[in-house]
Every structure is written in structure tokens, then in C-alpha cells.
């Protein structure tokens, strides 16, 4: 085997573990995004944290990282917020959204 190759499969073997690490992070952080927001909504409503912690990460995890998934998810807070007499804007829910994805991914930085 060549240097050449020898560098070529180091350097894909290197892109494979930062990819892997980087969708590894991504996953952490919106399951503590999620799990922010439900303990949240939880605290407005009186609502089962855990039970709505699990309807957020199952319905986000099945859209897999896009912006409908982001976009599902603050329709389905705002209207479970509704049903409780809790009114929130679509802005100031996706202001609340991004603070708790940055506080997720600071804590995965540390």
C-alpha cells in the first residue's frame, strides 16, 4: 500500500469519527433541548414532564433534523399551550426554542 493510499483511508477513517461525533452531539442536544422545553411547558401547565418530554423526542426524532421538525414542534407547543389558557406567540416560543438549544449545546461544550 501506498503512502498516498495509506493518507487517503486515515483521512476518511478521520471524516467517519467526525461525522459519527458530530451527529452523536447533535442528537444529545436536542434530547436536552427537548427535555428543557418539556420541563418548561411542564411548569406552566402542571403537566406530566416526562409524558410530554416523550411526545416531543419521539415526534422530533421521526423528523430527523429539519425545519419542519422545528417548526412541528413549536405548533405543537403553542396549541398544547392553548389547551391549558397559556397564550405564546410562534416568535417568542422559537426565541425559547434557540435560548434552550444554545444552553444545550454549552453544556454538551462545557
Request: charge should be negative; avoid cysteine.
Amino acid at each position: 500500500m501506498t503512502d498516498y493510499v495509506r493518507t487517503v483511508d486515515a483521512k476518511g477513517a478521520t471524516s467517519q469519527v467526525n461525522f459519527i461525533a458530530n451527529q452523536e452531539a447533535a442528537f444529545w442536544v436536542r434530547a436536552r433541548r427537548n427535555r428543557l422545553l418539556a420541563e418548561w411547558f411542564s411548569d406552566l401547565t402542571d403537566a406530566d414532564s416526562q409524558s410530554y418530554l416523550k411526545l416531543l423526542l419521539d415526534e422530533d426524532f421521526a423528523r430527523v433534523e429539519s425545519h419542519e421538525a422545528e417548526r412541528w414542534i413549536l405548533l405543537k407547543i403553542r396549541n398544547d399551550l392553548l389547551g391549558f389558557g397559556v397564550v405564546q406567540s410562534l416568535d417568542d416560543l422559537r426565541d425559547r426554542f434557540q435560548r434552550f438549544e444554545r444552553q444545550a449545546w454549552l453544556e454538551r461544550t462545557g
